[in-house]
């Protein structure tokens, strides 16, 4: 256990709807990550926040936004879904803001169906 | 922006053969590698990573080597275990916008 929590595991939605994603990071750590892992994309960084900030930002889609709260818990808000957005999705933290001096920890990832 | 390119894509092993991932990356301004084991249906774990001033890091039975003018680095298992079978993901990190770039994965099969 990584001491990373997502919530909910699975989610089942239709397309055009909107999803809300959260994450609640390690005890102590500032920086939340987004990840989608898709068969045909592989693991893909979407955004980072550190202690409630946009950190750094990756592939994410403009129907895709995340915010992280002053108790360090974040969300990850995806709507207008398409079939494409299916994917596992995974929160990750870190004590910092550097990801090149910072080990992230993971969490155990939400899987997104949408039909 | 970073390419990450990761070979091979399955890896076939008899226990107690080593193996070995390759990856190759684009941007000359990744400093930190780390690697990633997922097993299926889980979460990616961090099982050894190295940093652009590192040439080759040691842990146990597990060992990567970073080869900087060529933009390489690889994964060395030896002594491999059924319970080493996962996917396997190497990532490069831009030290100047912190954004990692993963490699598409390697799934390893060790059969005992």
């Known amino acids: 256990d990584s001491g990373v929590t997502q919530t909910p595991k699975h989610l089942i939605t239709a397309t055009g709807q909107r999803v809300t994603l959260r994450c609640s990071p390690r005890?102590?750590?500032?920086?939340v990550y987004w990840y989608q892992q898709s068969l045909d994309q592989g693991l893909q960084f979407l955004i980072q926040y550190y202690n409630g900030e946009e950190r750094a930002k990756g592939n994410i889609l403009e129907r895709f936004s995340a915010q992280q709260f002053p108790d360090l818990h974040s969300e990850l808000n995806l709507s207008s879904l398409e079939l494409g957005d299916s994917a596992l999705y995974f929160c990750a933290s870190s004590a910092r803001q550097d990801t090149s001096t910072d080990t992230q920890y993971f969490g155990p990832g939400t899987r997104l169906t949408v039909l | 922006g970073e390419n990450v390119e990761q070979h091979p894509s399955t890896l076939s092993v008899q226990e107690g053969d080593s193996a070995v991932i390759k990856c190759t990356y684009s941007d000359s301004a990744s400093n930190y590698f780390p690697w990633y084991k997922q097993e299926l249906g889980k979460r990616p774990q961090l099982i050894i990573d190295?940093?652009?001033?590192?040439g080759e890091k040691k842990d146990q039975r597990i060992a990567v080597t970073l080869n900087k003018t060529a933009k390489h680095f690889s994964l060395h298992i030896t002594e491999t275990q059924p319970e080493d079978s996962a996917v396997y993901f190497c990532?490069?990190?831009?030290?100047?916008?912190?954004?990692?770039?993963f490699g598409r994965g390697t799934s390893l099969i060790v059969h005992p």
């Open positions: 190295i940093r652009s001033n590192v």
């Open positions: 990532a490069a990190i831009d030290g100047g916008s912190y954004i990692p770039t």
């Open positions: 005890s102590g750590d500032l920086s």
